[in-house]
């Protein structure tokens, strides 16, 4: 069962090659491959559990789940897509399967060559779309930094297996997680609505990969701290009219906190991050419908996969700041944040909800943000990962203070004035988050992209080259 799930997607990019080079126009045939690709990694969430070894990957249940959803949903994407989507099959497959192989790898050497095949796919699909020199930074500088971990790591232990980062290495992993997880409005999201838009839940799944293969315990403080960022981004987001960057950035560092709280919830925080990333990023696609279903989604409200995150988070927070001795005070404070940080999402769902939109939409994209709806409330109520939830919610505070979160943020959306509601179209225009550089400041960034892509190819060809010499491979 591993080759197919793992390979599965190459053979799909292969496919869908002899499709740009026999049938260029044939837009159905490769919308199949595509849904055909979805199936896979819904199959590899599903089978985590119960993947063996095979060649150099091991059982990496945990890693799986979040590399099979984000392989999912970037299909997903893919399949909405019309001008440029044999290429963006093509790009796909190959990033799906490079990332599923890197999150099940053992070994150093492969796991660096397999990362670079997800970041150079993804610099594939930035390409087909908007927002490239911001694109292609956030790939480099996010992609760079996980190589680094591995790499020094690696050095500096003497192993050639694919072992946790500490001190400094564990600070550039959780720095290119971030990263890639889409904390910052001006890097990925430049891509939302484009024909590169299956890189957005890639990226956003190799910094829950990331998180998942390389992280250690929890890290209350920086949890603390992305709370904090997130609940500013969601103050941003109202007050810029629903911009796609910053709630797109808002949703990232939302999750990328829940993880870092309560590492045990990281499957579920990462696969609710890649379906709320995949509904943000086809939002230009089909605004004037789905609006509700959007907002359900960024609302974080029960029973969609992202409420079982945050009340994990939050029942290891309580535990953590009413049963041990001397609590850090950053538990008290997580566990402050959270119900704050589910009334915000529930203001912003219902903006999202409520903004009128001009009918400037694709039928594809309507229906793939539905589906992803049914994604996170099927996760949300099935997902292994999910199932201590009520468990959970009887040791903690959820089931008074979480009620309360949600019924004030109704509250607060339902009494905001007409006049502060969004009102503006949502479009890829600069006032939605999309930032149109000037071609000089453009070319900086890309060739900033490019001299540190150059450097982490080195790297990984280096650590290639040594791996040859002492026979490893």
């Given at each position: 069962m591993a080759p197919v799930l793992y390979l599965g997607h190459g053979v799909l990019a292969v496919g869908a090659a002899l499709f740009l080079v026999l049938a260029p126009r044939a837009v159905r045939s490769v919308r199949m491959v595509a849904l055909v690709g979805c199936a896979l990694g819904v199959a590899l969430v599903v089978a985590a559990d119960d993947v063996g070894t095979w060649r150099a990957t091991s059982p990496?249940?945990?890693?799986?789940?979040?590399?099979?959803?984000?392989?999912?949903?970037?299909?997903?994407?893919?399949?909405?897509?019309?001008?440029?989507?044999?290429?963006?099959?093509?790009?796909?497959?190959?990033?799906?399967?490079?990332?599923?192989?890197?999150a099940t790898s053992e070994w150093v050497v492969p796991g660096c060559l397999f990362l670079g095949c997800v970041l150079a796919a993804c610099g594939a699909l930035v390409a087909l779309?908007?927002?490239?020199?911001l694109g292609w930074l956030?790939?480099?500088?996010?992609?760079?930094?996980?190589?680094?971990?591995?790499?020094?790591?690696?050095?500096?232990?003497?192993?050639?297996?694919l072992a946790v980062p500490t001190?400094?290495?564990?600070?550039?992993?959780?720095?290119?997680?971030?990263?890639?997880?889409?904390?910052?409005?001006?890097?990925?999201?430049?891509?939302?609505?484009?024909?590169?838009?299956?890189?957005?839940p890639l990226l956003?799944?190799?910094?829950?990969?990331?998180?998942?293969?390389?992280?250690?315990?929890?890290?209350?403080?920086?949890?603390?701290?992305?709370?904090?960022?997130?609940?500013?981004m969601a103050v941003g987001a109202w007050v810029s009219r629903l911009s796609i960057a910053v709630v797109g950035a808002?949703?990232?560092?939302?999750?990328?906190?829940?993880?870092?709280?309560?590492?045990?919830?990281?499957?579920?925080?990462?696969?609710?991050?890649?379906?709320?990333?995949?509904?943000?990023?086809?939002?230009?696609?089909?605004?004037?419908?789905?609006?509700?279903?959007?907002?359900l989604i960024a609302s974080y409200a029960p029973p969609t996969i992202a409420f079982g995150a945050i009340v994990a988070a939050e029942a290891r927070a309580f535990t953590e700041a009413t049963t041990v001795a001397s609590p850090d005070i950053a538990w008290p404070a997580i566990a402050a944040l959270l119900p704050l940080v589910l009334a915000a999402g529930v203001v912003i769902g219902c903006g999202m909800a409520r903004t009128p939109e001009s009918d400037d939409f694709e039928p594809e994209?309507?229906?793939?943000?539905?589906?992803?709806?049914?994604?996170?409330?099927?996760?949300?109520?099935?997902?292994?990962?999910?199932?201590?939830?009520?468990?959970?919610?009887?040791?903690?505070?959820?089931?008074?203070?979480?009620?309360?979160?949600?019924?004030?943020?109704?509250?607060?959306?339902?009494?905001?004035?007409?006049?502060?509601?969004?009102?503006?179209?949502?479009?890829?225009?600069?006032?939605?988050?999309?930032?149109?550089?000037?071609?000089?400041?453009?070319?900086?960034?890309?060739?900033?992209?490019?001299?540190i892509a150059l450097g982490a190819a080195a790297g990984i060809g280096w650590l290639t080259v040594d791996g040859l010499a002492v026979g490893f491979l």
């Open positions: 990496a249940p945990v890693a799986g789940e979040l590399a099979g959803a984000a392989a999912a949903v970037a299909w997903g994407l893919c399949a909405v897509l019309s001008t440029h989507i044999a290429r963006a099959a093509i790009a796909t497959g190959v990033a799906a399967s490079a990332l599923v192989l890197f779309g908007d927002g490239r020199a956030s790939i480099a500088a996010s992609g760079s930094a996980i190589v680094a971990a591995v790499a020094l790591t690696a050095v500096d232990q003497g192993t050639w297996e001190g400094t290495y564990l600070g550039l992993a959780y720095g290119g997680a971030i990263a890639a997880a889409g904390v910052v409005p001006l890097l990925i999201w430049q891509v939302a609505g484009s024909d590169g838009i299956p890189v957005v956003v799944g190799l910094g829950f990969v990331t998180l998942g293969k390389l992280g250690g315990p929890a890290e209350p403080w920086l949890a603390a701290a992305l709370l904090v960022l997130a609940l500013a808002w949703s990232g560092a939302t999750f990328a906190a829940l993880s870092f709280a309560n590492h045990d919830a990281t499957v579920v925080a990462g696969i609710a991050a890649v379906l709320a990333a995949g509904a943000i990023a086809l939002w230009p696609r089909a605004r004037g419908r789905g609006r509700m279903s959007r907002g994209a309507v229906v793939a943000t539905w589906a992803l709806l049914g994604a996170a409330m099927v996760a949300g109520a099935f997902l292994q990962s999910v199932a201590a939830v009520p468990a959970v919610v009887a040791r903690s505070s959820a089931p008074l203070v979480y009620p309360v979160a949600l019924g004030a943020g109704i509250f607060v959306a339902a009494r905001v004035p007409h006049a502060l509601a969004p009102v503006v179209p949502i479009t890829t225009s600069p006032s939605d988050g999309v930032v149109t550089l000037h071609r000089g400041v453009a070319r900086g960034f890309v060739a900033v992209a490019a001299v």
